[in-house]
């Protein structure tokens, strides 16, 4: 699904939290799949700020989905972007440090997604619940089985490779993983070393081979 220009939640079970939540896309606004994630590092990585619409099949024409950035502000998010993996400080220095020697600049962002999630019963796989009182109909009140919650922090990390003309996006979550740059960005290097070595990177960063160990002569026998 291609994320929608917007995305506000309401009804009588949102609270004033929850909308402020909303603006600044949290709470019910930030509910994104890695692949949506993907296709927004891919905006500023096409060099000319366009969403493109997703697709599986190679052999098929690229379409756009809508048109988000100008050429000049896609270059200027690439540079914010570089700034997370290259400068001092960055939160996504790790995967600077990762592709060192191999002449690959990156872009990146990382994002910690607090959650609150069911929790379930290691041993059981069951569903842990605890009890709770609430009125009924009549008023009255009575005993129920809540399910017990708890709060988890998902890794988030968003990449373009390489940054000074991109041919990947990548979105990396690792659900309860903790902070973006200790989980997923070192797992987004990762990616980006693989598809060095499968060449999808192109011909620059193309692994060079290895010169054929020369064939050393037999030592000599005392007879």
């Known amino acids: 699904m291609a994320p929608q220009r917007s995305t506000m939640v309401t009804g009588p079970e949102i609270s004033a939290f929850d909308i402020g939540l909303e603006g600044m896309g949290q709470g019910y606004a930030g509910q994104m799949t890695p692949l949506q994630m993907a296709m927004i590092a891919a905006v500023p990585g096409n060099m000319e700020g366009k969403l493109m619409k997703p697709r599986i099949e190679l052999d098929h024409t690229p379409e756009m989905f809508a048109q988000v950035l100008s050429p000049q502000q896609a270059a200027a998010v ?3 972007m570089s700034t997370v993996t290259e400068e001092p400080g960055g ?12 002449g690959i600049r990156t872009g990146g962002k990382t994002g910690t997604a607090e959650k609150e999630t069911l929790l379930y019963d290691e041993k059981t796989g069951k569903l842990r619940t605890q009890k ?46 903790g902070y973006g740059s200790r989980t997923a960005a070192p797992m987004a290097a990762d990616l980006i070393l693989k598809a060095r070595e499968l060449g999808l990177l192109g011909d620059e960063y193309k692994l060079k081979a290895k010169p054929p160990a020369s064939a050393k002569p037999a030592p000599a026998r005392r007879r």
Not at 144 to 160: G, K, L, N, T
Request: avoid cysteine; glycine fraction near 8%; aromatic fraction near 8%.
């Open 91 to 102: 939160t996504g220095t790790v995967i600077a440090s990762r592709l060192a020697g191999t």
């Open 78 to 80: 690439r540079q914010i």
């Open 132 to 177: 709770k009182k609430r009125r009924n109909a009549e008023g009255e009140w009575v005993d129920y089985d809540a399910p017990m919650m708890y709060r988890r922090s998902d890794s988030w990390f968003i990449s373009i490779a390489p940054l000074e003309r991109p041919r990947l996006a990548i979105a990396v979550v690792v659900e309860g993983g």
